[in-house]
Structure formats: C-alpha cells, structure tokens
C-alpha cells in the first residue's frame, strides 16, 4: 500500500535498484515543463481596415528591430497574400471550396471556415510548435459578426492563450469614419462590443491617418476622436441633420453607454511612419506584456519607462528617477524583510 505523496521503488532480479528504475522515479517525481512564453498580436476589423497591410508593415518594421516574426494568415479568404506567410490557413480550408461544397454565401461560408478550424485545432497547435521562439502576427478575417457575437474565433483565442500566447488583440478602424458623426458613433459601439466579447488585452487603432484629409475636415482635433471625450458634441452635429434629429435620443443611449464603460479610445496610425508604428508597437508590448518578458535585453530604464509611460524621459526628473531606485532596491526590500518577524514585547 502506497501512500499519497511516495513513489514505489522497483528493483531487480538480484534485489538492486538499477539505473533505469532509478531514472524512471526522478523523473516521475518531476513537474512537466511549462513551455515558454510565446507572444504575439492578433489583428482584427472591418472589412478593408487594412490588416494585411498592418501585418506586412508590422513584420518589417519589428524585423528591423531584431525581432523574429511569423506572419499567420487566419483568413480562409485571403489570396495573393503580400507578405511570407509561415502559417496559413487555406492549407486547411478554403472559403471558396466552402462556398462552392455547402452552397453557402461569402458570410455564411467564413463562419464555418472558422468553426471548422476551431474544431481542427491540433493542426493549428503542430504549425505553431515549428515556430515556438517567435513573435507571431495572426493576421484574422474581417467579418465584423465573429468579434461580437460568434464564438469561434473567441475560442481559438482562448485556446492559445492555454498554449501560453501572450497576444493582444490590436483592432484596426479606418479613420475616414471620424468625419461622419453618425459612422463615429457605430464604431464605437462596434469597438466596445468587440472588446467585451474577445476577452484579450485590446488596443483599437485609426488606421490610414495619412489619407483622412481625403474625406474632408474633421469637427474636431484629431484627440477628440482618439481619447473619446464628451460624445454631447458629437450629438449635437447630428441633430443638425434632418434624418438623424429623429433618432436623438436613440444616439444620447448609445453615447451614454460608450461613456459608462470608458474602455474605448484609439492610437492614430500611419503605416509608413515610423513614429506612428513605434506609438502603436509600445501600446501593444505594454497590453500583452512583451516589455517585461526575457525575449530581448532590456535595461532598468526601458522597463521603468513602460511602467510609467511610454513616453516619460527619466533624464528629464533626475530627482524623480533617483526617489525611484531608492524605493525600488532599496525600502521596498527593507519593508517586506520586516514584516516577515513578528513582532513580541520585551
């Protein structure tokens, strides 16, 4: 009889515990590896948002950086794809084999392309493990009903974080919607939902800022539309037209919801920009925690700056970094050696 907590020896013929047995044992009373930490975004929105381009973009720039990146195409209705792809998913399904052998539509057959993926997972998880010491842009569909109400891709997510993916959702919407009110206002309702529904660390981006000009003058400063301030302004534009007056208070619902969360705001982006990409790369290291991780050498003054603020210059508050060390390396390590005596009267 074995108790809980004793591993039974196994010896030999001759009444000696062999080398084999002995192995066998170690390595019985050893935990599994947990495997590491593997980080990575994936890239969701409207239909033309431009997420392929955000991906190619972002796979040269972090490339630049040093970073080995993988590109993978999640989207069965992806063709020509404008940058190497290590993974893609029409290895797997197609959506026009879908359409054509289901006689299903363009929306109907990429839900099932998806569903037929997140049944088919272990195939998904044998791409990944050739890639394991990445960073992996998971290049997804843009049908806007998988992010809101359908659970498939949801599922997908949820299953690589258990594979240990460290991944933010980055959530592209083209800012031409910024000059239309009422647009505005749609896509912050689709934002806020696309948030509560994924469950991942979110970063929602205004992609295509160096073409807003084209669709005339915005209402207000472009911050009015990244940090969504008082949405009472933008009411009052569209109780200037004729056709939205009558749905006011539809909108003042709408608007009040958006503002009761306060979960939604956006990083302007720019593709070809590198300051633009650099805003939005450290927005997304920051959410899934790539900052911190043992990916790349970092020093003190890289990772106190992501705690603080991407863009605080501890060069600039000498004094203020100084009381910071102090407290770090040294009170902090004082007061938790103290409090582990108890304290007794003389």
Same mark, same amino acid.
């Given at each position: 009889? +074995?108790?809980?907590?004793?591993?039974?020896?196994?010896?030999?013929?001759?009444?000696?515990?062999?080398?084999?047995?002995?192995?066998? +044992?170690?390595?019985?009373? %050893?935990?599994?590896?947990?495997?590491?930490?593997?980080?990575?975004?994936?890239?969701?929105?409207?239909?033309?948002?431009?997420?392929?381009?955000?991906?190619?973009?972002?796979?040269?720039?972090?490339?630049?950086?040093?970073?080995?990146?993988?590109?993978?195409?999640?989207?069965?209705?992806?063709?020509?794809? =404008?940058?190497?792809?290590?993974? !893609?998913?029409?290895?797997?399904?197609?959506?026009?084999?879908?359409?054509?052998?289901?006689?299903?539509?363009?929306?109907?057959?990429?839900?099932?392309?998806?569903?037929?993926?997140?049944?088919?997972?272990?195939?998904?998880?044998?791409?990944?493990?050739?890639?394991?010491?990445?960073?992996?842009?998971?290049?997804? =569909?843009?049908?806007?009903?998988?992010?809101?109400?359908?659970?498939?891709?949801?599922?997908?997510?949820? %299953?690589?974080?258990?594979?240990?993916?460290?991944?933010?959702?980055?959530?592209?919407? !083209?800012?031409?919607?910024?000059?239309?009110?009422?647009?505005?206002?749609? /896509?912050?309702?689709?934002?806020?939902?696309?948030?509560?529904?994924?469950?991942?660390?979110?970063?929602?981006?205004?992609?295509?800022?160096?073409?807003?000009?084209?669709?005339?003058?915005?209402?207000?400063?472009?911050?009015?539309?990244? !940090?969504?301030?008082?949405?009472?302004?933008?009411?009052?534009?569209?109780?200037?037209?004729?056709? @939205?007056?009558?749905?006011?208070?539809?909108?003042?619902?709408?608007?009040?919801?958006?503002? !009761?969360?306060?979960?939604?705001?956006?990083?302007?982006?720019?593709?070809?920009?590198?300051?633009?990409?650099? %805003? /939005?790369?450290?927005?997304?290291?920051?959410?899934?925690?790539?900052? @911190?991780?043992?990916?790349?050498?970092?020093?003190?003054?890289?990772?106190?700056?992501?705690?603080?603020?991407?863009?605080?210059?501890?060069?600039?508050?000498?004094?203020?970094?100084?009381?910071?060390?102090?407290?770090?390396? $040294?009170?902090? =390590? $004082?007061?938790?050696?103290?409090?582990?005596?108890?304290?007794?009267?003389?």
């Amino acid at each position: 009889m +074995v108790g809980d907590g004793y591993v039974p020896f196994v010896f030999s013929s001759d009444g000696n515990l062999t080398s084999q047995s002995f192995g066998e +044992v170690i390595m019985a009373t %050893q935990p599994s590896q947990t495997p590491s930490l593997r980080f990575g975004q994936v890239v969701i929105g409207p239909p033309g948002s431009g997420k392929t381009t955000y991906c190619r973009g972002m796979q040269e720039f972090l490339s630049h950086l040093g970073r080995k990146v993988v590109v993978v195409n999640m989207d069965p209705a992806n063709e020509g794809l =404008p940058y190497p792809c290590a993974v !893609d998913i029409s290895e797997l399904v197609t959506l026009d084999d879908v359409m054509e052998g289901l006689k299903l539509g363009p929306n109907g057959g990429l839900l099932y392309c998806m569903e037929y993926l997140e049944a088919n997972l272990d195939w998904l998880e044998t791409k990944l493990e050739e890639h394991s010491d990445c960073y992996f842009l998971f290049d997804c =569909p843009g049908q806007v009903e998988l992010y809101t109400h359908q659970n498939s891709v949801k599922n997908i997510f949820a %299953q690589l974080a258990k594979w240990n993916f460290r991944l933010t959702a980055v959530h592209l919407v !083209d800012s031409h919607y910024c000059a239309d009110p009422a647009k505005f206002i749609s /896509v912050l309702c689709t934002s806020l939902s696309t948030m509560l529904h994924v469950e991942l660390p979110h970063v929602n981006v205004l992609s295509k800022m160096d073409l807003i000009e084209q669709y005339g003058k915005l209402a207000f400063n472009l911050d009015f539309y990244t !940090d969504v301030m008082d949405l009472t302004y933008l009411l009052d534009h569209l109780a200037a037209d004729p056709f @939205f007056r009558k749905f006011l208070k539809l909108n003042e619902k709408l608007a009040g919801v958006i503002q !009761d969360y306060g979960l939604v705001s956006f990083v302007p982006l720019n593709v070809q920009d590198r300051e633009s990409m650099t %805003q /939005v790369l450290r927005t997304v290291d920051k959410a899934n925690g790539y900052c @911190f991780g043992n990916l790349e050498e970092r020093n003190l003054q890289a990772m106190m700056s992501a705690a603080v603020g991407a863009d605080f210059q501890f060069t600039a508050y000498p004094l203020l970094t100084a009381a910071i060390l102090i407290y770090v390396f $040294v009170i902090k =390590p $004082v007061c938790s050696t103290c409090s582990t005596y108890e304290t007794k009267p003389f």
